[in-house]
């Protein structure tokens, strides 16, 4: 009866096991969709503020737009125009995320009226020297890590997301507590192996249009001891962006009635 | 005769007016805004060059920039103001960017129609695919500036011209019209010794090149063309320009000065993703005047052709390569027309590039490394610059630029002399 009853449970365990790892994945796709892709698009303004180690300070003030293809897990642009550090002041940054590909970005240095398609392929790399990785500020996808759901409280859902192939990335694993009302991602631990070396916070967020939409995050590097506070003012959705805003064209011209 | 200032401020100013009425004034009373940023930049010769001073640069750097956005125009200026003992040239001359004013740019911007967009006056213009490498790229350059070691942004020259821009879905259409003959900033020993293969010798401050420019407005004139679409994130285009060689490319038999013959670009590039990188490919078929090809005073007809590719190495490093060919078209009527003892070039050059660039302690160290190399001259150009932000405003920098080669008188080996390291500090406001 013992045996009978092991293997009852083991086949319990393995009926159940992947409908948790799915109600995860159900999780997660919810929080991505609320975390980036609010809206058919958004528009922007987001101010930076990096500190070191040693308390020093750097500005990043930028405009984002941003426009959904489609579903609203699939492709996105993205229009990133600087106004401060003051050197790079009138640069664009512009990237067509892929889903199954790379993404293609761009830039522009009005300097030398350049327009360079950049190499770099790596969305965890810092993003504009900040904190934050490419990957933070345009979405990881789903697929990339599976996701547990290993509680429920009140307030939050908790994961526990690893990556499908560890070797792409540094951590071993993220716990992530994701708001249940909104869906909106409030804290999430980067571990390398059992040391949660890089943390993230949801630190403000407001109903914008009918959108809960992040207004002020930040996220700390254990390791390097520096962090970064994002605080966003003038979002607004729903302006019609058209397609066409993403191209060469804008570059150049940038299409300051979105901002 | 109207030169070709006059023409240009004249349109610019009529243009301004017409569309900027008294409304506008009022409803845009903003003080008006300025960036830019104060900058010294110092360097020395590593070699001995008698022709020349010891400092390679040296030199106070104030840029100044503003913006004023009008109801339909917007209007940028950016404009350099220099003290330069090392050229100690001070009356400013706003077509060879010497003295103490270099103004970079004084445009207007409009779209009369949603789909043209038009930019009139000085500015800089870029297009093509090569990294430091130019085909279809037929503005202004200023090559001492590149070879000196100031930011990269002054190897672009500006250019007093109209661009107008229309946009359609199946082909967006460029044509930039310049009035006048906008010359290269060529190596002329002002600042850098050339060889001049005419005297067998080399040339420097003591007797630098005077060049008779085609400079007659409306008549010396230049237009270029591009005519791109993208497909998905790839990108294809076709250029074509008339106008002169940017840089002395004949000689004047009887005075000896350099000329501009006339020269005619038909090409393409192809810019797109390939291997988790991003490759291009670009072609130039460069027609010289008809004599040319006969003519040992008139560089030869030429077939350009660029392959690169870049990609990520490992984490903020990406490496790049680059393989470039000039095919001279008419190559025995060039060897035949050459006196004897003359030096015969090959009938391909070709150079191969490397670069390698590296980002560092939060992207504010950056550290760049690139290689020219010609496997058929024997020579080449090794460029490094690496920079650093101590804070957002504050930046240091430092490199140096490296000729070598096997003759003397090759392309990049000729400069061996003019090898120069150099710093720079540069507060941006």
């Known amino acids: ?259 | 005769m109207l030169n070709k200032y006059s023409v240009l401020f004249i349109g610019v100013l009529s243009v301004l007016f017409s569309s900027v009425s008294a409304n506008d004034f009022n409803a845009n009373t903003e003080i008006l805004e300025f960036n830019g940023y104060l900058e010294t930049r110092v360097g020395v010769r590593i070699m001995d060059d008698a022709r020349q001073k010891d400092a390679s640069i040296g030199e106070v750097r104030l840029q100044l920039e503003t913006e004023q956005e009008f109801d339909e125009v917007t209007l940028n200026i950016v404009t350099d103001f220099v003290y330069d003992p090392v050229l100690d040239v001070y009356p400013p001359d706003l077509e060879n960017g010497e003295g103490v004013i270099d103004l970079r740019q004084a445009n207007i911007v409009m779209s009369p129609v949603d789909f043209m967009d038009i930019k009139l006056g000085r500015q800089l213009l870029t297009w093509g695919t090569g990294d430091l490498l130019f085909i279809n790229d037929l503005f202004a350059k200023d090559w001492n500036s590149f070879l000196i070691g100031r930011d990269v942004e002054y190897l672009k020259a500006p250019t007093d011209a109209i661009k107008v821009s229309m946009f359609f879905n199946v082909l967006n259409v460029d044509i930039v019209y310049t009035p006048v003959f906008d010359s290269d900033r060529f190596i002329d020993g002002n600042r850098i010794t050339f060889f001049d293969r005419m005297t067998n010798t080399f040339r420097g401050r003591d007797q630098p090149l005077s060049v008779d420019k085609p400079e007659d407005a409306f008549d010396d004139d230049e237009l270029s063309l591009r005519l791109f679409r993208s497909f998905g994130a790839n990108e294809v285009a076709f250029y074509y320009y008339h106008g002169f060689w940017k840089s002395p490319a004949g000689v004047n038999p009887l005075s000896g000065n350099g000329l501009f013959p006339a020269l005619e670009v038909y090409g393409a590039s192809i810019r797109g993703t390939v291997a988790g990188g991003i490759g291009y490919a670009e072609v130039g078929l460069y027609k010289s005047d008809d004599s040319a090809a006969s003519n040992p005073l008139s560089r030869n007809s030429e077939l350009r052709l660029l392959m690169g590719y870049e990609r990520e190495l490992a984490l903020e490093l990406t490496g790049s390569l680059q393989y470039y060919v000039e095919n001279k078209q008419d190559y025995d009527d060039y060897a035949n027309s050459l006196p004897d003892d003359s030096i015969v070039d090959d009938k391909n050059r070709q150079v191969i590039t490397v670069r390698f660039t590296k980002l560092m302690l939060q992207q504010e160290l950056n550290v760049s490394f690139f290689n020219f190399y010609s496997t058929t001259d024997k020579d080449g150009f090794a460029r490094f610059v690496t920079s650093y932000k101590l804070s957002d405003d504050l930046k240091v920098e430092s490199g140096f630029n490296y000729f070598y080669g096997k003759y003397q008188y090759t392309f990049y080996a000729q400069f061996e002399d003019s090898s120069n390291i150099y710093a720079a500090i540069r507060y941006a406001f």
């Open chain 1, 1 to 259: 009866m013992k045996l009978l009853s092991f293997l009852m449970s083991l086949v319990m365990l393995m009926i159940s096991s992947p409908a948790y790892t799915m109600e995860g994945e159900e999780v997660m796709k919810k929080a991505l969709q609320a975390f980036y892709y609010q809206g058919h698009d958004q528009s922007a303004k987001a101010h930076m503020e990096i500190t070191d180690k040693q308390g020093r300070k750097r500005i990043r003030d930028f405009v984002s737009l941003r426009l959904n293809l489609g579903e609203k897990d699939g492709k996105q642009k993205y229009y990133v125009y600087f106004n401060k550090p003051v050197d790079v002041k009138k640069m664009v940054f512009m990237v067509w995320k892929n889903i199954e590909q790379d993404d293609d970005r761009w830039l522009y240095l009005p300097a030398l009226d350049l327009v360079k398609r950049i190499a770099a392929s790596d969305d965890r790399t810092s993003f504009v020297g900040s904190n934050f990785f490419y990957e933070d500020v345009s979405g990881r996808g789903l697929a990339e890590d599976s996701h547990e759901l290993i509680d429920e409280t009140d307030q939050y859902y908790i994961l526990n997301s690893t990556p499908k192939n560890p070797e792409n990335v540094e951590f071993t694993r993220y716990k992530i507590w994701i708001d249940k009302n909104s869906f909106i991602p409030m804290k999430i631990d980067y571990y390398d192996k059992d040391f949660i070396y890089r943390h993230y916070e949801t630190l403000e967020m407001s109903n914008i249009d009918g959108y809960m939409t992040v207004l002020k995050a930040k996220m700390e590097d254990k390791r390097t001891g520096g962090k970064t506070v994002i605080s966003y003012s003038s979002v607004k959705y729903q302006q019609n962006i058209p397609d066409k805003i993403f191209s060469e064209r804008y570059l150049r011209k940038v299409p300051k009635k979105y901002f």
